[in-house]
């Protein structure tokens, strides 16, 4: 699966990087492959092991913040791997083509 999430801090005022930092952290320590844009952190594996290292990121911005929000959305095939990249290499055939 492929999972991307967000998980936002509340209540820390406007500046969250720090929180977010640790968050992803957390993601990149795992050896999952993963990537971080500015609004999503995304993440493949096995559904277990990539739903403990969601647990795990929001549970280090809960360390540091009294409440947080956190979005997921997962793309769920079986059998698929290297996902993070196939996806965005068939786009990117597609746009090439014209």
Known sequence: M???FSVTPLG??????R??????RVVRASGL???TTAMFTSIEGEW???MAVIKQATDAVM??????SLVIKA??????TDGLTSKVDSVERYLAEG
């Open 75 to 80: 793309d769920i095939r079986p059998g698929v």
């Open 19 to 24: 929180a977010v930092a640790a968050a992803v």
């Open 33 to 35: 492959p993963n990537e």
């Open 12 to 17: 820390v005022g406007e500046d969250v990087g």
């Open 63 to 68: 360390a540091v913040s009294p409440r947080c």
């Open 2 to 4: 492929i999972a991307a």
């Open 48 to 50: 277990d092991e990539v």
